[in-house]
């Protein structure tokens, strides 16, 4: 049971280059979601997806896009990467009930831009 | 805008102390409050959880208090051992129409020495 899985783990880019990163969850959520995690910063919401064709902004969407075009995988891309998105990006996909809302994460990526 | 703040953002206890974890949140449309723990190189997994109509969860060493009345929210770890080391976040959560989402503290990272 893979749970979530986050390709690549590590990636350097330049500054203008862009990327994509992907998200599988094997668990049929209906919910999934894209954070990045800075120090001190905690974990912010970028996109989150309720359910299959469906993307919301969350908190710091700017400079970011994503796709849900089937119900297991999650897209982030980066159209122009800047040193500021310069982070660790977790992708997480859930379940509720009610207002139980218990969130499975992956591993991470690691992403530098130079 | 952090709309749950946690402290202390470093906590360095000796094995078999107890360790105390504070958040606090502004929003009273959180309807869910769970902990994190993240171990380094990992993605955060969920710890425990209460929801607002309960005043104490207790789950093994882990116990979560939690006083509506100050919006206040507070995570203890019994018997503090080495392997409790990690970062521990406290999130919020909130339902929006379909959308569910988590806010998340911006973490407090935990030693425990042996």
């Known amino acids: 049971n893979a749970g979530v899985t986050q390709t690549p783990k590590f990636r350097v880019l330049k500054t203008g280059q862009s990327m994509t990163l992907l998200c599988a969850q094997d668990?049929?959520?209906?919910?999934m979601y894209w954070y990045r995690q800075d120090p001190g910063m905690g974990l912010r919401l970028i996109h989150y997806?309720?359910?299959?064709?469906?993307?919301a902004k969350g908190e710091v969407p700017d400079g970011y896009n994503v796709s849900r075009l089937k119900k297991q995988n999650f897209l982030l891309g980066l159209e122009s990467a800047a040193p500021s998105q310069t982070s660790v990006y977790f992708c997480?996909?859930?379940?509720?009930?009610?207002?139980?809302?218990?969130?499975?994460f992956g591993a991470g990526t690691r992403l530098s831009v130079l | 805008q952090q709309q749950v703040k946690q402290s202390p953002q470093s906590l360095i206890v000796q094995k078999g102390g107890i360790s105390i974890i504070n958040c606090a949140y502004e929003?009273?449309?959180?309807?869910?409050f769970p902990w994190y723990q993240q171990f380094p190189g990992k993605g955060p997994a969920l710890l425990i959880a209460?929801?607002?109509?309960?005043s104490e969860k207790k789950e093994g060493r882990f116990t979560i208090s939690f006083n509506k009345s100050a919006k206040q929210f507070s995570l203890h770890i019994m018997d503090s051992q080495p392997g409790d080391s990690a970062t521990y976040f406290c999130?919020?959560?909130?339902?929006?129409?379909?959308?569910?989402?988590?806010?998340f503290g911006s973490g407090t990272q935990l030693t425990v020495l042996p």
């Open positions: 997480a996909s859930s379940y509720h009930s009610g207002a139980k809302n218990i969130q499975y």
């Open positions: 668990m049929n959520h209906e919910y």
């Open positions: 997806s309720v359910g299959e064709g469906t993307t």
């Open positions: 929003n009273t449309a959180f309807d869910y």
């Open positions: 209460i929801r607002p109509d309960v």
């Open positions: 999130a919020s959560h909130v339902s929006s129409g379909s959308a569910r989402q988590l806010t």
